[in-house]
């Protein structure tokens, strides 16, 4: 599962037009101000800022059926009950830190370079011990290695300075951490403390979009329709999930319908054949 600090730069691309038979008009200009398209202009660039702030109040919401989602999700606990990320960790330190470097690389990398790092240090005290240049050293296999050892110090001085040595099970607490942002403290939230959370990753993005769970520009906006939409009692497993499901079989550039799990319920018109033998 990938995770990083800056959501915004990594988000997937937008995929959707704003409706703009649903923009709202300016309200109750007067007449003066109507004759000076200087302020008009102000004004609407400020109700596009007030509407991105809010969730984006002039974007439809998706229209997929709550018997829909439910049926699907359903389907998703027949096949797998309790699924699982696939980031080695032993605790809510080591998954917070594997989930900081998991960023950029594959879940496969961060457990190699992990192994290593977590022999070494698997606390707090310890990484702050081994130093920033050693810690480089050992997850020098994965992109983004500088930047992350020094994240991971930080973090884990910002721990032992603020939080007693312990993760906190509060998302503003976590993403006040260096190297912390909202994606990866839904991922630890939701995997070590159980807590209903939606990580957007490409994966859930594309997934989410594909589903019509969303239509959503922004990672922030697919996580808000998904929290919505989501059943209750499948709130915590649903993120892993949607993150598997795009991992392994609702890929990319060639998604495997022909063995997809719940191709009755996709509304995507063209799905790919089974290949040929
Ligand atoms: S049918 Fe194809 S596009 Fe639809 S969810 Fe399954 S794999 Fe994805």
Request: glycine share 6%; with cysteine.
């Amino acid at each position: 599962m990938k995770a990083d600090k800056d959501d915004k730069s990594n988000g997937p691309a937008t995929t959707t037009k704003r409706d703009k038979s649903t923009a709202a008009k300016p309200q109750g200009l007067s007449s003066k101000s109507v004759s000076k398209p200087g302020a008009a202009r102000a004004k609407k660039k400020a109700d596009r800022r007030t509407a991105a702030k809010s969730g984006g109040a002039r974007r439809r919401r998706p229209s997929v059926s709550p018997e829909t989602v439910a049926a699907i999700f359903k389907r998703f606990a027949e096949i797998e009950p309790e699924p699982k990320g696939e980031l080695e960790h032993k605790d809510a330190y080591t998954l917070l830190v594997a989930v900081v470097l998991s960023a950029q690389a594959t879940d496969a990398g961060v457990n190699k370079a992990t192994r290593h790092l977590f022999a070494a240090a698997d606390t707090p005290e310890k990484m702050v011990a081994l130093g920033e240049d050693r810690v480089r050293d050992l997850i020098k296999t994965i992109g983004l290695f500088r930047n992350k050892a020094k994240n991971v110090v930080a973090l884990s001085q910002k721990l032992l300075d603020d939080y007693g040595g312990e993760v906190p099970d509060d998302a503003t607490a976590l993403e006040s951490l260096p190297g912390v942002g909202r994606k990866t403290a839904n991922v630890v939230l939701n995997v070590w403390f159980g807590q209903p959370s939606m990580a957007v990753d490409t994966h859930v993005f594309r997934v989410a979009h594909r589903l019509g769970f969303s239509n959503g520009r922004t990672p922030q906006e697919v996580e808000r329709d998904l929290m919505a939409i989501v059943p209750e009692q499948y709130a915590v497993p649903a993120h892993h999930w949607l993150i598997l499901h795009g991992r392994y079989i609702c890929k990319a550039r060639k998604p495997e319908c022909w063995r997809c799990p719940i191709s009755d319920y996709c509304p995507m018109e063209e799905k790919t054949p089974a290949p040929r033998k």
